[in-house]
């Protein structure tokens, strides 16, 4: 298992055609540890997790991609994060019976929204209605609205693994749809076990034996928070300073849990009074 928490990108040599593989585990695990998700929310997280990975290496930035499903139905929201550096972070919410497949009956009605957030510069963020069987046919949608590529993704989860497929076509000028369709039936053959079990080279190999592959170094993936005492700060900053005296009055101290590490977070009056304390010289204040 040379491949876990890794994610490949490749290129079929003399063709429009690009790819990317990715395999989750020491990530995926540390995403179930922190909640008792049912089956079907896990399945669902897990396949949305190896989605945001392959999504995020599609393009070209520096920052964070969140990619997040809201709905009416039982399960409502879902966020996956991950970072160009390839940090993750994920989170599910759920109510009572979650039915075990068909997006619409999980999700009810609902969107899937994409978020680049650049380190430099302004967010940018595409909406699409949540449509389709499965979670790869709403992002297939996505990708074929906003970036007018072909694209097709395979994925898969279980308790141990999380992983996905995606190919991609190159924008060209020759007619090169033969070679598309031929590629997206080889890899229609994929079973899940292999996408979570197989060393990348041997599922290209299987796959695309008759072509030459080009096979990049593989790119680190792993769980991490990016919250932080200082970002609870300034959170708190900006809800103003009544309010936050007015939550320290009733609840004696201000507690704050990040949903997506269970890390824990106190102020107390001292930390608050510190925290809303005007600054002296507010051009030499050290900066954290
Ligand atoms: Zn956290």
Same mark, same amino acid.
């Given at each position: 298992?040379?491949?876990?928490?890794?994610?490949?990108?490749?290129?079929?040599?003399?063709?429009?055609?690009?790819?990317?593989?990715?395999?989750?585990?020491?990530?995926?695990?540390?995403?179930?540890?922190?909640?008792?998700?049912?089956?079907?929310?896990?399945?669902?997280?897990?396949?949305?997790?190896?989605?945001?990975?392959?999504?995020?290496?599609?393009?070209?930035?520096?920052?964070?991609?969140?990619?997040? +499903?809201? &709905?009416? %139905?039982?399960?409502?929201?879902?966020?996956?994060?991950?970072?160009? !550096?390839?940090?993750?972070?994920? *989170? #599910?919410?759920?109510?009572?019976?979650?039915?075990?497949?068909?997006?619409?009956? +999980?999700? &009810?009605? %609902?969107?899937?929204?994409?978020?680049?957030?650049?380190?430099?510069? !302004?967010?940018?963020?595409?909406? *699409? #209605?949540?449509?389709?069987?499965?979670?790869?046919?709403?992002?297939?949608?996505?990708?074929?609205?906003?970036?007018?590529?072909?694209?097709?993704?395979?994925?898969?989860?279980?308790?141990?693994?999380?992983?996905?497929?995606?190919?991609?076509?190159?924008?060209?000028?020759?007619?090169?749809?033969?070679?598309?369709?031929?590629?997206?039936?080889?890899?229609?053959?994929?079973?899940?076990?292999?996408?979570?079990?197989?060393?990348?080279?041997?599922?290209?190999?299987?796959?695309?034996?008759?072509?030459?592959?080009?096979?990049?170094?593989?790119?680190?993936?792993?769980?991490?928070?990016?919250?932080?005492?200082?970002?609870?700060?300034?959170?708190?900053?900006?809800?103003?300073?009544?309010?936050?005296?007015?939550?320290?009055?009733?609840?004696?101290?201000?507690?704050?849990?990040?949903?997506?590490?269970?890390?824990?977070?106190?102020?107390?009056?001292?930390?608050?009074?510190?925290?809303?304390?005007?600054?002296?010289?507010?051009?030499?204040?050290?900066?954290?």
């Amino acid at each position: 298992m040379s491949d876990n928490d890794r994610l490949y990108r490749f290129l079929i040599e003399n063709s429009h055609v690009r790819g990317e593989l990715v395999h989750l585990n020491a990530t995926w695990q540390a995403v179930l540890e922190r909640a008792d998700y049912p089956d079907t929310v896990k399945n669902m997280l897990g396949e949305a997790l190896a989605a945001c990975a392959l999504l995020a290496a599609t393009i070209k930035f520096s920052g964070s991609l969140i990619l997040q +499903i809201r &709905g009416d %139905g039982p399960l409502h929201l879902l966020v996956v994060q991950t970072t160009s !550096e390839g940090s993750m972070r994920a *989170i #599910a919410r759920w109510n009572g019976q979650v039915p075990e497949q068909g997006l619409h009956d +999980i999700f &009810g009605q %609902g969107q899937m929204v994409i978020t680049i957030e650049p380190i430099d510069g !302004e967010p940018y963020q595409g909406i *699409i #209605a949540l449509e389709g069987e499965h979670l790869k046919d709403a992002l297939e949608a996505y990708f074929t609205q906003s970036e007018q590529l072909n694209t097709r993704l395979w994925l898969a989860a279980d308790n141990k693994s999380c992983g996905g497929f995606l190919l991609q076509e190159l924008p060209n000028n020759k007619d090169d749809d033969f070679s598309w369709e031929h590629f997206n039936h080889l890899a229609d053959t994929l079973r899940d076990e292999e996408i979570l079990q197989l060393p990348a080279q041997d599922i290209l190999h299987r796959l695309f034996h008759e072509e030459d592959i080009r096979l990049f170094d593989p790119e680190p993936m792993c769980f991490r928070c990016s919250c932080s005492k200082e970002r609870i700060s300034s959170m708190l900053l900006s809800l103003g300073s009544d309010e936050v005296h007015d939550i320290l009055e009733e609840q004696g101290k201000i507690k704050v849990d990040c949903e997506f590490c269970n890390a824990h977070y106190e102020f107390d009056r001292i930390d608050v009074d510190a925290l809303f304390a005007p600054t002296i010289g507010s051009s030499t204040a050290t900066k954290h």
